[in-house]
């Protein structure tokens, strides 16, 4: 800009030192002006851009130092990522060694799993073949259990069956033994005795009540005991009559035997006409062979000679449960 005003300057002196001179000149010096402005103005120009060229420079020169400044961080960064990086490789190289050990390892490890496993399965199998074989025999023993519980089952019904019948027949005697001794009240207990043994009621006749000595025809003091006997008898029509003729040892064997026999028909008879169903009764002689008392006195010898009525109850269905 001062280069501009000076050359300007110059120019208008020597235009004032030189007033008179010629018209061309005047031209001249006027196209050396305008020249001159020209220069100047383009000069003015270059200097602007000149300004612009150093301020672009400078900030050129900002951004190379800010860039210088950035690649010297990232060298620095650099630097520390190839230190990583090192130590990355060394931590790599040991880790690579432990895995190859770890591999080898695992390898060797495996094996020995692998055969563990195998000898596992081997012998699950001869476990699942015995568990197999212990479900067959516990579904043998279940169906066997199963069996056995039905059959228990059947006992207990017949156990059950069995105590009411038991039951039942032990009420037959208990109104048996109730009937008679209702029916035979009144007879001498000397000659007439009832008593109950192993479940069996004996009414025990003595001779003086229902025969003289030597005969079998019974007599009136008899058939009347016997007539009420017979009407206990009907009212129980399940109780099973066993009649047995009893002697002493005076006479011979057969002779004692037949009238035993014979005295238990005639006792059988007179329960038939009164109305005991004769298929319900057994006459028996049983001789001398049965004394309640040694053949010792007299009076002994009376104990013997006598007539038992043996009742019973009807076991066959008893006994069909037992068998």
């Not at 005795?193 to 005969?215: C, D, H, T, W």
Request: hydrophobic share 35%.
């Amino acid at each position: 800009m001062k280069i501009n005003n000076l050359v300007l300057f110059a120019a208008i002196a020597a235009m004032s030192a030189t007033s008179c001179v010629s018209t061309q000149k005047y031209n001249d010096m006027q196209t050396a002006r305008d020249h001159y402005k020209a220069e100047s103005e383009n000069l003015r120009v270059t200097s602007q851009e000149n300004e612009e060229l150093k301020n672009k420079l400078r900030m050129a020169e900002t951004q190379v130092q800010l860039a210088k400044n950035s690649l010297e961080q990232q060298k620095t960064e650099l630097g520390i990522l190839k230190n990583y990086n090192e130590e990355l490789s060394t931590r790599y190289e040991i880790a690579a060694k432990e895995n190859s050990k770890l591999l080898s390892q695992y390898s060797t490890d495996k094996t020995a799993y692998e055969e563990e496993v195998a000898k596992s399965l081997e012998e699950l199998r001869r476990r699942q073949r015995q568990l197999e074989g212990l479900e067959g025999a516990i579904g043998d023993q279940n169906a066997s259990l199963e069996n056995m519980r039905v059959d228990l089952m059947t006992r207990e019904q017949r156990v059950a069956e069995l105590e009411r019948l038991v039951a039942e027949k032990q009420a037959q005697m208990d109104n048996l033994r109730t009937s008679l001794n209702a029916a035979l009240r009144g007879f001498n207990a000397a000659d007439l005795s009832v008593e109950e043994r192993n479940g069996r009621i004996y009414v025990s006749m003595s001779q003086n009540l229902l025969f003289k000595a030597g005969s079998d025809k019974v007599e009136a003091n008899g058939t009347a005991a016997l007539a009420n006997l017979a009407k206990a008898l009907n009212d129980n029509p399940d109780i099973e009559v066993i009649v047995e003729g009893h002697t002493d040892n005076a006479g011979g064997v057969d002779y004692n035997w037949n009238l035993s026999v014979n005295r238990a028909t005639s006792v059988v008879k007179i329960l038939a006409i009164n109305g005991v169903a004769p298929h319900r009764m057994i006459a028996s002689g049983r001789g001398m062979h049965h004394p309640v008392v040694p053949n010792d006195s007299a009076a002994n010898k009376a104990k013997n000679r006598r007539t038992e009525i043996i009742l019973s109850p009807n076991l066959d269905k008893i006994l069909e449960l037992t068998k």
